[in-house]
């Protein structure tokens, strides 16, 4: 992987910069970016996050971990963890999980986010053979790459990048296999609202979104 100190505009790789690591590639850049997500972590509108419905467990008698499988650049994260969740992040491709863990490390500098960044732990690998060391966790989350769309200006530039550093999903089958094989009280999946179900399988109950949907299994 290379990282450089300078941003060169014919380069594509990974730049240190004042703001913080960054991702090149032509005209398109990555940033993580949690100081943006500052109003979204606020009590009233972490309320009214489907992921976080989707992840509560009514009258739990100790804190929750929710296992992030596949954190990508850790937003879904943080909101669990602004919500009072220890989240312990999984993300296998080695430039997403540089820049995520520069987006932690910059957070825990910053006074409103430390705390919340407290509780999320990155593993810088594949969570398809990480999970089996994690202990009973609770809630296992899953995001596995959207399959790609045919409009691509309907997909956020974010993604468009991810996209050209990772295809969509080609091992979902073992994803959902190793989160079941954890045994984890509830497994949330997110799909786009019409997609079909992570590897065919049915979930217990959606929580349907304007353009997300939170398939829950709950075993
Ligand atoms: C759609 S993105 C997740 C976005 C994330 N929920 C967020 O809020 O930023 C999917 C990410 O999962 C990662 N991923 C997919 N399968 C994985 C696996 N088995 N283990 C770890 N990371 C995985 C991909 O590299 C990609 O960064």
């Known amino acids: 992987m290379k990282e450089t100190d300078s941003l060169n505009d014919n380069e594509t790789g990974l730049f240190k910069t004042e703001e913080g690591l960054i991702y090149k590639n032509g005209d398109l850049m990555i940033k993580g970016d949690f100081e943006r997500m500052l109003k979204r972590l606020t009590h009233a509108n972490l309320s009214h996050e489907l992921l976080i419905k989707a992840c509560r467990i009514k009258n739990a008698d100790h ?97 468009q990048v991810i996209h050209t550093l990772e295809a969509p999903a080609e091992d979902e089958d073992k994803l959902l296999s190793a989160a079941l094989a954890a045994k984890p009280q509830r497994i949330i999946i997110k799909r786009p609202l019409k997609g079909a179900f992570l590897n065919g399988v049915k979930p217990s109950y959606s929580i349907n979104g304007k353009t997300v949907r939170y398939d829950c299994i709950v075993l």
């Open 63 to 159: 804190p929750l971990t929710v296992v992030d499988a596949t954190a990508g650049l850790g937003e879904d994260a943080l909101l669990l963890a602004a919500a009072g969740f220890n989240v312990e992040l999984f993300e296998r491709d080695e430039v997403i999980a540089a820049l995520l863990k520069d987006t932690l490390n910059r957070a825990l500098k910053n006074e409103k986010l430390s705390f919340i960044v407290s509780r999320m732990h990155l593993h810088e690998e594949d969570s398809i053979s990480g999970l089996k060391d994690i202990k009973t966790p609770d809630i296992i989350y899953l995001d596995p790459m959207f399959p790609a769309r045919s409009k691509s200006s309907l997909v956020k530039k974010k993604f």
